[in-house]
């Protein structure tokens, strides 16, 4: 406790070799494995992995059998953290699934989060990221629930980890902060050291160098203060690839060199395997091609035995390298297409950029301009919105830059203007939106074409005015083209059919003020058409005299407005598409909720479980809570589900719902999360999914319980991280949506059967309400029949039946397996066969209308004897007549023995309100 190490560890052991003395072992034995786990600790902190494993083992030989399965769990726990520590991934995945199994989550949450933590960080090592994240955050919601600030903050470090794998660097950041605050508070320096080394490795990956050293600098002398040699390791290593990417060798290789010491005496495979790697980069920069391939054979022999995907693509990555500078440039070439390939399908996409732009460069210095502008391209498509461009691929743009001036004084030769004419399509193609590309459109042609004020003008909708979408110069910047002279340029080109160029032609007389013209000698007026239409102008002018626009420069103008109309007519399309789907699932929304917001008054019924429900629903109608529905079939869940949405604070935006049993396995996640062209055989459009369509609203996912499992695991991580692909997509898509589901099976037991995912399973089930069947409601069939009546009437335009007092009694005494649903069709089909204006018994199905008969029939001839034994044994007077007596008595022993007295109505063939009144008027005693 003190921070003496050493005199503990001596302690622990003569505690054990005590107790191993003892006659009676077995009365100390819970405290002989204590002392081993203690002492197994004190050696992993200082690196000693090996001998910690086997006093682990050891304790386990000698005790293990003998102990409860708490104990014998926390020594599985213990032996899977040192043999993740040793690269043993498999072995340790073996005993964290152990500790599942003796433990459960409830009675043993910290053990069961321990588990998840290292099952989260052996994902995270297998690249499986997303898994990771479910562990971790599975774990943090059990250190929570334990009160353990402790954990909570390891894990905080652990998910940033992950974060950082994934490119969201601020993410990542936010939680090392929240790590470092609960360590600070603490004191705890073995969790304070590897939160700063994760923040130095965060910091070196956007190129933050000096933050980098310093909080790697702060993570060693952590390390070194509390003996942690693995630790001490990492930050060795960390700095070493720090001062490599600046430029200093000498450093990084005595950085290294630490850290392979350290790794001989903790014996840690994986760090091993990483530094190895990392020398092999260091020597070919060095071009010591020879040290190089002999680190990268021990680094890849290591990692066989780890089993680390990353590392095996990195490893590949220094190979393909390796390859090039022994000018086997196309074998070099693939290693690293295949590597940035692989990169990106595990989650590293600034790390896959960063390789197609050395691809790109590589194209550059060989003098292929186009095919690395086609990397420039991807590079830049894969790092997306991200906040930090790699340096390889801000290097490859300011290349090609240079190699292909926009400026028009620069354009001076037909292969200027091939490569500005490559540059500008590249550009057009990256832009996003029809906002972005108009933006880029009259930028480019005014620094191309030298002149003074450029705008893209778009045709209004049935109008001939025209709008400025984009502009530059002393154009306003949007509204309605108000200028009648440039207007009549606009039809002189539109008339013409090609580009206006003033230089080039004489404008007819009369058609644009003269006047104008000498303000404005140089003037450029592109149509544009889209959708077949010309419905855009490209306008630019200057007041500058100017020489003749030459046939090279026009021809290169041209050529652009076409790659712009292009890209502007694909943008408005998928805005159309997009506008068009949306409007479909709106439409769609408003179709099923039949004209109206539902609210209490579209869900009947006044039974005590109804009122039950009632008070649930006004619980939550201010709440954005996620809220499972649970409930037979056909008792109304989709209904209850559109009452909470229209009841609370998202009512103005849509609803959406879907049956997740209706559709196939195949077509399920397209529908939810929606598709790509081209992402499979039969998806020649782009589709917007329902998480899509329903942001800001509510997605309904009734009969979740049937969801493929495999793709559970997407659907978790958009309710935890709000954000998802598109099947066959790259662009991360954000959804805000309040989360309804509902099923008819028992949730909890597809989780014990292995059907449903335990993590999804606790994610779902935050605020249940379970919807009673219509057998515990029996007061509400009437109602309910009555308005199903109603409502059937008025949608065949015919005049509202009746229902006959037997009828209705029939249809109270049935017992309904098929709830609401079933009594909403048995009604419907009725009233379409029925001919008279009121509905008799012998209209009702036969299950229905039979029953009743049967009861009777079996009834009829137990009360022909007991009245013949009631006559003959009780006296007869007018004084005190028997009718009412028996009648009264009757009821009252109906009504007790059902214990509902709408059924006892229903059974004895009389009202309910003729019930009441008999019992008022002559009680159990049958007398008035």
């Known amino acids: 406790m003190t921070g003496n190490t050493g005199a503990a560890e001596c302690f622990y052991r003569r505690c054990r070799e005590e107790i191993d003395r003892e006659p009676e072992t077995a009365r100390f034995r819970a405290l002989a494995v204590e002392a081993a786990r203690r002492e197994s600790e004190i050696l992993e902190k200082r690196g000693e992995f090996p001998a910690a494993q086997e006093l682990l083992e050891q304790a386990l030989e000698t005790h293990g059998d003998k102990l409860l399965s708490r104990e014998r769990a926390k020594l599985y726990n213990d032996m899977a953290w040192i043999q993740y520590r040793l690269g043993e991934f498999d072995r340790s995945w073996e005993h964290c699934l152990l500790v599942h199994r003796l433990l459960d989550e409830k009675r043993d949450p910290a053990e069961i989060a321990q588990s998840y933590n290292l099952m989260g960080t052996i994902n995270w090592n297998r690249s499986k990221y997303e898994d990771a994240v479910l562990c971790y955050k599975r774990c943090l919601a059990l250190r929570e629930e334990c009160g353990d600030e402790i954990g909570i903050a390891s894990t905080y470090n652990n998910l940033g980890l992950v974060y950082r794998s994934l490119g969201a660097y ?83 290789a005595a950085c290294y060199e630490k850290d392979l010491d350290l790794c001989d005496r903790t014996k840690s495979i994986r760090e091993r395997a990483v530094v190895l790697r990392k020398l092999g980069e260091l020597r070919l920069a060095a071009g010591d091609a020879a040290d190089a391939a002999r680190y ?35 074998d070099g070439r693939f290693k690293l297409e295949s590597g940035s390939l692989e990169l990106a399908l595990l989650g590293r996409t600034n790390a896959a950029a960063g390789v197609a732009a050395e691809l790109g460069s590589l194209s550059l210095a060989e003098g292929n301009e186009p095919l690395a502008r086609e990397y420039l391209l991807r590079s830049l498509s894969a790092v997306g919105e991200s906040e930090h461009v790699p340096l390889p691929v801000r290097l490859l743009r300011e290349s090609v830059e240079k190699r292909s001036p926009l400026c028009r004084g620069q354009i001076v030769s037909d292969t200027d203007r091939f490569h500005a004419l490559c540059r500008l399509t590249a550009m057009v193609r990256a832009a996003r939106g029809t906002a972005e590309i ?112 030459g046939d090279g420069d026009h021809s290169l103008l041209v050529a652009f407005c076409q790659e712009a109309a292009l890209a502007l007519e694909r943008a408005l399309l998928y805005e159309r598409i997009e506008g068009f789907e949306q409007s479909r699932f709106e439409a769609g929304a408003s179709v099923a909720r039949t004209g109206k917001r539902a609210g209490f008054q579209d869900v009947i019924g006044s039974s005590a479980p109804m009122r039950h429900l009632y008070g649930l629903l006004d619980g939550i109608k201010d709440m954005d809570t996620t809220v499972l529905l649970t409930g037979s079939n056909g008792t109304g869940k989709d209904l209850i589900a559109r009452t909470i949405h229209y009841r609370g604070p998202r009512a103005e935006k849509p609803f959406v719902s879907l049956n997740c049993a209706a559709i196939s396995a195949e077509l399920l996640e397209s529908e939810l999360f929606g598709h790509e062209r081209g992402a499979f055989t039969g998806a020649h459009k782009l589709r917007i999914g329902h998480f899509e369509s329903a942001n800001g609203g509510t997605i309904f996912l009734n009969e979740i319980g049937d969801m493929p499992l495999a793709l559970q695991p997407k659907l978790l991580h958009v309710l935890e991280n709000r954000t998802f692909y598109r099947v066959g997509g790259s662009h991360l898509i954000s959804t805000n949506v309040r989360i309804i589901t509902a099923t008819n099976k028992d949730l909890l037991s597809l989780v014990r059967e292995g059907r449903f995912r335990e993590d999804l399973y606790y994610r779902v089930n935050v605020f249940p309400i379970r919807i009673p069947d219509l057998r515990e409601r029996v007061e509400d069939i009437e109602p309910l029949a009555l308005h199903f009546l109603a409502t059937f009437c008025r949608l065949y335009g015919m005049p509202v039946k009746k229902i006959s007092p037997e009828a209705m009694a029939r249809l109270v005494a049935y017992d309904w397996p098929g709830n609401v649903r079933e009594l909403e069709n048995i009604v419907n089909r009725t009233i379409i066969a029925t001919r008279r204006e009121t509905i008799l018994p012998e209209d009702l199905p036969d299950a229905i209308a039979k029953r009743r008969e049967i009861v009777r029939a079996e009834e009829r001839a137990t009360l022909e004897q007991t009245i013949d034994e009631l006559v003959e044994r009780v006296e007869l007077t007018a004084a005190d007549p028997i009718l009412p007596r028996v009648e009264g008595m009757i009821v009252s022993k109906v009504v007790e023995k059902i214990g509902d007295k709408t059924k006892a109505a229903a059974l004895l063939g009389i009202s309910k309100p003729t019930v009441y009144s008999k019992l008022k008027k002559y009680g159990k005693t049958g007398k008035p």
């Open 170 to 252: 601020a993410e990542a950041l936010a939680c090392f902060a929240k790590s470092m605050e609960i360590k600070k508070r603490h004191e705890n320096l073995p969790g304070l050291a590897a939160a700063h080394l994760n923040q130095a490795l965060v910091y070196l990956e956007v190129e933050k160098y000096r933050d980098a050293e310093r909080s790697c600098a702060t993570a060693a002398h952590l390390a070194e203060t509390i003996g942690n040699q693995q630790l001490l390791a990492e930050a060795w290593g960390t700095m070493g690839e720090i001062q490599y990417l600046q430029g200093n060798g000498e450093k990084a």
């Open 438 to 549: 108009e933006s880029l459109v009259v930028d480019a042609a005014l620094r191309i074409t030298g002149m003074e004020r450029s705008a893209l003008l778009r045709k209004t909708d049935g109008r001939d005015a025209f709008r400025i979408a984009a502009a530059s110069g002393d154009f306003a910047a949007s509204g309605t083209l108000a200028d009648r002279r440039i207007l009549a340029v606009l039809a002189v080109a539109l008339r013409l059919g090609y580009p206006l160029d003033t230089t080039r032609s004489t404008v007819p007389e009369g058609k644009v003020p003269p006047e104008f013209l000498a303000e404005r000698p140089r003037i450029l007026c592109v149509p544009l058409r889209l959708g077949g239409e010309t419905t855009a102008f490209l306008y630019l002018d200057s007041s500058r005299e100017g020489e003749r626009t």
């Open 296 to 330: 990268l054979g021990e680094a890849r022999a290591l990692n066989r035995l780890i089993g680390s995907r990353l590392e095996a693509v990195l490893l590949s990555l220094l190979e393909g390298r390796m390859l090039i500078s022994q000018g086997r440039v196309e």
